[in-house]
């Protein structure tokens, strides 16, 4: 199943594990950090020709990011890092994210018929984070 079998979709934030850990080593506030781990944030991807967008959308704040895979672009985080991104697909249904800036970043993306798998890693931190379907 392609990619864009899963945009338009909407998929909200179900658990998290280690998410803390993970915010902590990239030297996020103790205040944004408590915010970010008591929101449940709705992703959504949407595929226009090559150009992807993805939107996260939480009471807090909303991020958005565009991009073309293989393509560097520069994208400000949800907690306000600058860094340099690279996002490439993996076989049909996966998204790898590189994010290089003070401490290099990858954000795995696997999207699912009912859900998408976010393993994010930094140092030997490793934060997973599973959206489910919204019907």
Do not use: W
Not at 15 to 26: R, V, W
Not at 52 to 61: G, N
Not at 101 to 118: C, D, L, P, Q, W
């Amino acid at each position: 199943m392609a990619l864009a079998a899963f945009a338009d979709k909407k998929y909200k934030l179900a658990s998290s594990d280690k998410f803390d850990d993970y915010m902590k080593a990239l030297g996020v506030s103790f205040v944004t950090r408590q915010v970010g781990n008591n929101v449940s944030p709705v992703v959504h991807l949407t595929v226009d020709g090559d150009k992807y967008t993805l939107t996260s959308t939480s009471t807090f704040k909303t991020s958005t990011i565009s991009f073309k895979l293989g393509e560097p672009f520069e994208q400000e985080t949800p907690d306000g890092r600058k860094v340099k991104a690279t996002i490439v697909l993996e076989g049909d249904n996966t998204l790898v994210e590189t994010q290089e800036g003070a401490k290099t970043t990858k954000i795995v993306r696997e999207f699912s018929a009912n859900e998408i798998k976010m393993v994010l890693t930094v140092d030997n931190i490793v934060c997973t984070r599973i959206y489910k379907l919204q019907e």
